[in-house]
């Protein structure tokens, strides 16, 4: 797959134009289930997408509508799920979460963990929080728990124990799922 097809897929996935809807209240994102399966190549392209598009993202003011829409989303899922609503990043680019799922299978099948780990570790809090979110979307289904590296597990680890709030949260959430969802298939 060329660079520029990569990018195209990369782009596909993190502003969900390629969303599966099967007339239930199921969707999926079926370029980032594509994204996933990707060579190790798509590495830097995402790298670069985040960096050219995301982060600058980071600091524009929210459309007139975010309020509203966080407003419906706190209704639905009242106050429990607060923290998890994300911004206005998620608003922007609704693939964000399968963006950076995506990204961290690559690198775990790469064998590329630390790399991974690495640039997620320079990015904002902000998409550090997202990109912490996204690995139980890559590895807590039965196909793929048994799949994280040791090393983003140790990374986790790290930030759970960090004190530095609320990616602490985020980790901590993330470990406990990750080994519920171990627990749940050795029984």
């Keep these: 797959m060329s660079v520029d ?15 599966h809807h099967d007339g239930s209240c199921f969707t999926w994102n079926l370029a ?3 994204l996933r399966e990707a ?11 985040i960096i050219q598009q995301i982060v600058p993202a980071l600091d524009l003011p929210q459309d007139a509508d975010h309020a509203d829409r966080q407003q419906r989303l706190l209704q639905i899922l009242g106050p429990k799920y ?10 922007r680019f609704p693939g964000l979460t399968e963006f950076f799922a995506a990204y961290w299978t690559v690198g775990s099948r790469a064998g590329a963990a630390e790399r991974t780990i690495g ?9 550090v929080r997202q990109a912490i979110a996204a690995v139980n979307v890559a590895f807590g ?7 994280i590296p040791a090393e983003l597990g140790a990374f986790l ?15 901590e959430k993330c470990l406990e799922l990750l080994q519920r969802a171990k627990d749940r298939r050795k029984r």
């Design 141 to 147: 289904n039965p196909a793929t728990r048994d799949q």
């Design 32 to 34: 980032g289930q594509e």
């Design 119 to 127: 640039f997620v570790r320079g990015l904002p809090p902000r998409l």
């Design 82 to 91: 607060a923290e998890s609503l994300g911004d206005a990043t998620n608003d």
């Design 157 to 171: 680890s790290d930030v759970a124990t960090s004190g530095a709030e609320p990616l602490q949260t985020f980790a």
């Design 39 to 49: 060579p190790p190549a798509v590495l830097p392209v995402i790298e670069s997408l």
């Design 5 to 19: 097809a990569l990018k195209h897929l990369a782009e596909e996935t993190l502003y969900g134009s390629r969303m």
